[in-house]
C-alpha cells in the first residue's frame, strides 16, 4: 500500500544515495524494481554485507547489461515505468545506448533520475568521489566539528542521504507530478554537492547577516556555544544539550541546580562561553547519564541522552511511537514520514534476481 501505490520505478543497482532513494519510494508504496548484475551475490554491497536495507520492498530482476537481449528487457521495463534511477558516472547510461534521449523518446513521459556525487556537468563530473569529499567541497564539513580537532564527518548521512538521496527523491516526485500534468517526462540531475548545500542555506543566511562567523565550533549550532552541546556524565556516557530559548535555558539551569546563582557565566557574552562550558561540564561530570536523564526526562530543558544505535532502538520514546521496526529478524527504522489516510509499509529484502521468472512474465518474455 503506500500513496505512491501504482507507480512503477526501475533502479540501476547500486550503493548509498541511489538504493536509498528507491527504498524512499518503495516504502511508500511504488513498485521498484531493481536491476542487478547478473551473476551477483549480495548485489553491488561487497565488502558492506550480503544484502542492504536500502534495497528493502523492491524486486530484483538479473541482467547482463552487455547483452543485446537483456537490453531489450531494460528497454522493456523502461517502457511502462515511470521512474528510472540510476547512479553512474556521467557517460555511462549513453555507452550503453540507455541515455534520455533514447529511453525518453520510448516513453515520454519518463522521469529520469540521475544520482551523481559531482553532477552531470563540471571539471569534477568523470572522477570518482565518496560522501566525504562531496560535502568538503561545499563548506559542510569543514563547518562540522570542534575548533581544535579535525572537521568530523557525520557518517555518510549529509551528502549520500541527505543531500542526494533524500533530494532525487523530491526531484523524481516533483518531475513525476509534471509528467501526469502534462505527459512531458524530464531528466533530475541530482547532484549529492548540490543537495548538500541547499542543506546549508540557513547558515549562508547567518553569515550573511554578520551572525556566525566562518570558522567551526565558534558558533551558535557548531558547539561553540556551551547551551548546546555535549556532556560527559560520571560513567562516561554523554548527554545532548540545545537549550536554546530562554526559557528552555532556565529549565536546564533548574535540573543543574543552577537557579539563580548569580556567579554563573553571561550565557549572552561569548567571550564567557567557555567559562561557563566549564561550569556546566563539572556538574554533568557528577552524576551518571542515567541518573541526569531521570532530572530532565519530561522537561523542556533540551536535554537527551546520547544512545548509541543499538541503545535507541530500546528507547521508550522510540519504542512507543515504532520509530523502529523488525522484519525478517533484522531492527531497522521504519517508513517515514507518516500517512493517516495511506500509510507505507516496510517490505522484504530481495535477493539478486529473485523476481527475473516473474518480472520477464509480467512483460509478456519468456522466462
Known sequence: MGPLQGVRVVEFAGLGPGPFCGMLLADLGADVVRIDRKGARGGLIGSLGATSLLDRGKRSIALDLKDPADLDVVHALVRRS?????????????????????????????????????????PL????????????????????????????PPLNLLGDFGGGGAFLALGALAALLHARATGEGQVVDAAIVDGTAVLTTMIHGMLDAGVWTDRRGRNLLDTGAPFYDVYACADGAFLAVGALEEQFYAALLTGLGLAGDE??????D??????????????????????????????????????????????????????????????????????SRTPGAVGSVPQPGQHTDEIRAELGLAT
Open 125 to 152: 563530473a568523470p572522477t570518482a568521489g565518496h560522501d566525504i569529499g562531496y560535502i568538503a567541497l561545499t563548506g559542510a564539513l569543514g563547518a562540522s566539528g570542534r575548533p581544535d580537532e579535525r572537521p568530523a
Open 270 to 339: 561569548p567571550r564567557q562561553w567557555p567559562a561557563l562550558r566549564a561550569r556546566f561540564t563539572e556538574v554533568f561530570a557528577s552524576r551518571t547519564r542515567a541518573e541526569w536523564w531521570q532530572v530532565f526526562e519530561g522537561t523542556d530543558a533540551c536535554v537527551a541522552p546520547v544512545w548509541s544505535l543499538l541503545e535507541a532502538t530500546r528507547d521508550p520514546h522510540n519504542v512507543e511511537r515504532g520509530v523502529f521496526t523488525e522484519v525478517d529478524g533484522t531492527v531497522q527504522p521504519a517508513v517515514a514520514p507518516r500517512f
Open 263 to 268: 556567579t554563573l557565566p553571561d550565557r549572552f
Open 82 to 122: 515511470d521512474v528510472l534511477l540510476e547512479g553512474f558516472r556521467p557517460g555511462v547510461m549513453e555507452r550503453l545506448g540507455l541515455g534520455p534521449d533514447e529511453l525518453l523518446g520510448e516513453n515520454p513521459a519518463l522521469v529520469y533520475g540521475r544520482m551523481t556525487g559531482w553532477g552531470q556537468t563540471g
